[in-house]
C-alpha cells in the first residue's frame, strides 16, 4: 500500500478513536451516577451534570467524525493506489504482513457500536440500578408525611434513580420518586423515624442539591 493510501487508513483509525471518545464525552453526566453506585462514592454522581447543555453538539460531532472515519475506509482508491497496494501485498506476502487490527473494517465497527451504545445510555441506565422492595412499619399514619424537594444537578433517569436508591435507605422512608425532567423528588415517610433534614442531607450527599422543600 502507498504512502497515501496508508496514511489514509491510519487516519481512519485514529478518527475512530476520537469519535469513541467524543461519544463517551457525551454521556459522561449518565455514566457517573451509575460508577458512583458500584463504587460506593456517591459524591461523584453529578461531577459532569454541568455537560448535558452540550450532549446535543457532542452527539452531533460523534456522528460526523464516525462518519468521516467510514468515508476514509470505505472510499473507492484510485487505479494507482489499488497497483501500489497489489505491489505492497506480493512484497509482504512473503514477510506475513498484516495489517494493524485498528486499521481495520471491524475495529471501526466495534467503535461504531460502542459510540452508539454509548450515545443511548440515558436510556437504559436505570438497570443497573437494583429494584429493591422495602416494607416501612409505620406506628400512627398522622406521622407519615409527603415532602417535593426541588433538586438540581439531574440530567437523565440514571440521576434519578441514584436519588432514589439513596432515599430509600433510610429508615422511615415510605417511598422516593425523583424527576430529572421536572428537576424534583417526592418523599413520603415517617416522621417518628426520619425527618427533613436527615432526607435532604441524603440528598446533597449523592452530589445533587436540594434547592428548596415544600
Known sequence: MNKSSNSATEKAGKVAGAG???????????ITPVLALVSGTS???????WMEPFRPYLIAITVLVLGFAWY???KPRTADEIACACEDDNLSAGKAGKKPFMQTKTFLGIVTVF????????????IFYPKTEKQVMVVSSNDVKEVKFNVSGMTCTG??????????KLEGVVSSKASYENGDVFVQFDSSKTSIEEIEKTINATGYTVVNHN
Request: net charge negative; aromatic share 6%.
Open 20 to 30: 469513541l471518545l467524543v461519544a463517551v464525552s457525551a454521556s459522561l453526566c449518565c
Open 43 to 49: 459524591g461523584i454522581a453529578s461531577t459532569f451534570s
Open 72 to 74: 476514509q475506509k470505505l
Open 115 to 126: 459510540a452508539a451504545l454509548m450515545l443511548a445510555f440515558p436510556n437504559y441506565s436505570q
Open 159 to 168: 440521576c434519578a434513580e441514584h436519588i432514589d436508591h439513596e432515599v430509600n
